[in-house]
């Protein structure tokens, strides 16, 4: 996606600015849990089959997913965006300034994509499917969900205790189900690719490699998607709601940034045109002083004719006496 916003000189503060903040959200939204460390407890059932299924470690682990949802995009984007500047402006800075700003935006897309997740990841607190089998909760008479006088269900326990022994970050972790985080940053850091491709379709070829490479980056977001229900990490509905998130942020970013692109052009357009007008006004004022300087020559050279045809008859003037003298005598 090619946004071709440039700064002015003066306002070259701007970036740095842009860069600080982009920065601090990122810190923010990479350590949200260390700043948000609770999220709601919620109850279950005993009879729960949803909350039944055995751990599974991760298919796509969380170092593949950062490749996958924010450096591989990153990447492209680089690299789509350096191949377009390619014409000459007033300096290197504009030249090269759509790249940085196809990129400014991507990331403040990310960081809110990672904020939202984390918002609803926290104040939902759904249990994700192998929470028995992590958590092993022992209700509050002392029993367990296995026991006989627990096991038809049909009590909703909101006070448990977890004694499987297990690292307390995975006990936690298995309370923060809803939305899917690697469903929600893959989708959005592919997303945003396929649609800076179609962004920049004129610039490509014209064939069947733009809507592979857009067919690519989605099928690989849902295969992190769907790797998700197959490793019990997520329901499906967590996965659905995690794409949906990416997805729409994606579409949000790149419609303010198209709007925001579009202003900044007219601004440039009405720029010219003052520049136009403002060209067309001195011209005009210098068209009638050069009219005038015409006709003073005109005139002068109008007057001149006149005496050096005097001169030339002044000249000639005694030859023609002294003919008329001979013609006379004879």
């Not at 005009?284 to 001169?311: L, R, W």
Request: aromatic share 10%; charged share 15%.
């Amino acid at each position: 996606m090619s946004f071709g916003l440039r700064l002015n000189w003066p306002a070259v503060h701007r970036p740095l600015l842009d860069v600080v903040l982009l920065g601090i959200l990122l810190v923010l939204s990479e350590n949200f849990k260390e700043l948000w460390d609770w999220t709601t407890q919620r109850g279950f059932f005993c009879d729960d089959e949803s909350l039944m299924y055995p751990y599974h470690s991760n298919t796509v682990s969380s170092s593949m997913l950062h490749w996958l949802g924010l450096y591989l995009p990153l990447l492209l984007l680089l690299i789509l965006e350096s191949c377009r500047c390619r014409r000459p402006l007033d300096s290197k800075w504009q030249q090269y300034w759509p790249v940085y700003n196809t990129l400014r935006w991507f990331l403040f897309g990310h960081v809110a994509s990672s904020v939202l997740k984390n918002m609803g990841k926290h104040t939902i607190g759904r249990l994700r499917p192998h929470f028995f089998d992590i958590c092993r909760p022992q209700l509050a008479d002392g029993g367990f969900c296995t026991d006989d006088a627990h096991r038809q269900g049909g009590v909703y326990h909101t006070v448990y205790t977890c004694v499987s022994g297990a690292d307390t970050e995975l006990i936690f972790d298995a309370h923060i189900s809803f939305p899917s985080g690697h469903s929600s940053m893959a989708f959005y850091g592919l997303v945003f690719v396929a649609l800076h491709l179609q962004r920049i379709r004129r610039t490509l070829p014209d064939n069947m490699l733009r809507p592979l490479c857009q067919l690519v980056c989605v099928s690989i977001a849902s295969f992190v998607g769907l790797s998700r229900v197959m490793d019990y990490k997520h329901h499906w509905s967590d996965v659905v709601a995690g794409s949906l998130l990416g997805t729409l942020v994606a579409l949000a970013v790149v419609r303010a940034a198209e709007q925001e692109h579009r202003l900044h052009l007219l601004c440039i357009d009405q720029k010219q045109q003052q520049q136009q007008n403002k060209q067309q006004q001195n011209a005009n004022t210098m068209a009638p002083q050069t009219v005038a300087v015409d006709k003073v020559v005109t005139s002068g050279s109008s007057q001149t004719e006149p005496a050096s045809a005097a001169c030339e008859v002044g000249q000639q003037l005694p030859q023609d006496l002294s003919v008329v003298t001979c013609l006379s005598s004879n």
